[in-house]
């Protein structure tokens, strides 16, 4: 964990255009998908790494997915702007269209995530920018019961 | 023609946990010098240089070749610093070989350092060497990584506990605290109980620290004191450094896994054909990245070791000790030796050299080592080298 619990300018300030740019991937989950061939990719690309196509387009994710594997992020190394979180629990979700991400299950106990949890999208404040400015982006919740329904009703 | 290229000499730096008297400079400089006493070559002898660190927000200075041509006294030979995250030492040696086999250099040094003490904001500046936009940013870090890797690994795999993971940590400082540059040198020996219950010991212990070697051509070595130790097959592979993609190109290979290093595999391909190595069975010393056991166990199934979900079993019967099928890493690993990121990959493959040649004291494997295989991993698993070094 930083000595700085608040986030200071540091050597490397950043203009926020670098988080705007990726607002479509950080917000919506959208990624690319190859005109070509279909494959499917998140985060977005320029290229498909299949049948090194050229021609990508946007291609909104799943907000829904399953636990592959997680963990309780270890508190000692927390990243500027993180630390003042309650224990993060690290995961790795396959989304419903086969997609992998990285990302934080929020809202549950530790004996709850596991894998084959159900979670969906949802969105909060990441943290401060070194530049002063909030960043926002997806972290995944377990879904409701409700919200289960109605994933499966879309399936 | 391909030249054949030889490690011709080795150095060290003893690996703490902050150098605070020294500058990175000089700390890299104590290195370089040692390996050129090692062979016998002066600094002007040197006609290129390839040195890895992990990048510039580390030092606080970035285009390091000619501070580093100068700070050794090899100027006006061509140095280039590489940032390749914890396989950086491996990926510099990589291209050194290329000056040298290609006809372009006779004699090169390649180097690798890290001194992330001086930096309050270190694990910020590791962190985002990686798709940074969708990790680093989201606060997920190399050592979620790490945990992701060795609990899938364990789940997949179904590990009913973790004493292979305590064995291979054990093993490990053992070997560290009969290294003298190693972190740990000098220190008692930690209880099983602390090696179970300090999470601490489960991954590389960051360390200030530099190494660096001498290549040069066969004929070359040929003329000089120590035996000569050849690099006899490379292997280097990149891919996605986004560490779900370890799954989700599983449309390329239905078994990708993050339990599971894909990269490894083809990298030894490359290597082991290279070298003409027909039975990984052939090697009498392996030298792996462990920045976590989990990740190793993987390695160690990528090189052909093992099948898939086999390696904790081998730990636990204690295959990779001194006395074991396959000694590994007997300086002690990123884990114990320290883990100074630049210099890690390169600290191996200066293990096997003092194998080789019979320096390693009481780390010494009985019997002759003639045949060496080096791995490195680095930046989740997205850059891996092998190498296969020989020894006549």
């Known amino acids: 964990m930083s000595e700085f619990r608040e986030q200071v300018s540091r050597h490397a300030t950043y203009s926020s255009v670098k988080s705007w740019r990726e607002r479509h991937g950080r917000y919506r989950l959208v990624g690319s998908r190859c005109a070509q061939c279909e494959a499917l990719y998140f985060p977005r690309r320029p290229s498909c790494a299949k049948c090194e196509g050229r021609k990508m387009e946007p291609y ?7 636990v592959v594997v997680g963990w309780p992020q270890v508190s000692l190394v927390r990243l500027m702007g993180y630390a003042d979180l309650p224990q993060r629990h690290v995961c790795i979700v396959r989304l419903d269209d086969g997609l992998h991400i990285e990302t934080e299950v929020v809202d549950v106990t530790k004996d709850k995530v596991r894998p084959g949890l159900r979670v969906g999208l949802v969105f909060r404040k990441l943290r401060r920018e070194s530049n002063g400015n909030e960043q926002y982006g997806y972290k995944f919740a377990p879904l409701q019961d409700s919200e289960q329904a109605q994933a499966d009703a879309a399936e | 023609m391909e030249r054949r290229v030889s490690i011709i000499g080795t150095g060290i730096t003893k690996h ?3 150098d605070v008297d020294r500058s990175w400079k000089e700390m890299l400089a104590e290195a370089v010098f040692e390996a050129l006493d090692d062979c016998g070559l002066k ?3 040197l006609q290129g240089g390839v040195v890895a660190y992990h990048g510039e927000a580390m030092l606080d200075t970035g285009n390091i070749g000619p501070l580093i041509a100068d700070t050794v006294g090899m100027e006006p030979a061509g140095v280039t610093g590489i940032s390749v995250a914890c396989a950086g030492g491996a990926v510099a040696l990589y291209h050194g070989y290329a000056l040298v086999a290609s006809g372009l250099c006779d004699a090169v040094l390649v180097a690798g350092f890290e001194k992330g003490s001086e930096l309050y904001e270190y694990v910020e500046t590791i962190g985002n060497s990686s798709e940074s936009d969708y990790d680093y940013n989201f606060g997920l870090t190399h050592l979620d990584w790490l945990g992701l890797i060795t609990l899938r690994y364990q789940q997949k795999y179904e590990m009913p506990d973790w004493e292979s993971v305590v064995n291979w940590i054990e093993d490990r400082h053992w070997f560290a605290r009969r290294h003298p540059k190693s972190f740990y040198y000098g220190q008692a020996m930690p209880s099983r109980r602390d090696l179970q219950r300090n999470m601490m010991h ?8 530099a190494a660096a070697v001498i290549l040069t051509t066969e004929a070359l070595a040929k003329r000089l004191r120590k035996p000569a130790v050849y690099l006899d097959g490379l292997g280097f592979s990149c891919a996605s450094a986004y560490l779900p993609h370890r799954f989700h190109h599983a449309w390329q290979n239905p078994e990708a896994d993050i ?3 894909e990269l490894t595999r083809t990298a ?4 082991y054909r290279m070298a003409g190595l027909k039975d990984v069975g052939e090697i009498n010393l392996l ?3 462990d920045g976590s056991p989990g990740v190793t166990f993987v390695e160690l199934e990528a090189l052909g070791l093992y099948p898939r979900g086999g390696a904790w079993k081998g730990v636990l019967e204690g295959a990779h000790g001194l006395t074991g099928r396959y000694p590994t890493n007997t300086h002690g690993g990123s884990i114990a030796f320290g883990h100074a990121s630049g210099a890690a990959a390169l600290v191996s493959v200066i293990e096997a050299v003092a194998q ?9 494997i009985s019997g002759p080592v003639t045949t060496s295989l080096c791995q490195a991993s680095g930046g989740s698993n997205s850059n891996n080298t092998v190498m296969v070094l020989r020894r006549e």
Do not use: F
Not at chain 2, 268 to 271: G, M
Not at chain 2, 356 to 364: L, N
């Open chain 1, 60 to 66: 909104q994710c799943a907000h829904t997915g399953t």
């Open chain 2, 16 to 18: 703490v946990a902050y």
């Open chain 2, 43 to 45: 600094p002007t002898e």
């Open chain 2, 202 to 209: 489960w991954a590389a212990a960051r360390a200030d620290g």
């Open chain 2, 259 to 261: 339990a599971d290093s």
């Open chain 2, 268 to 271: 030894a391909d490359r290597a």
């Open chain 2, 287 to 289: 030298e792996i990245s």
């Open chain 2, 356 to 364: 080789m040649r019979g320096e390693a004291g009481e780390r010494q």
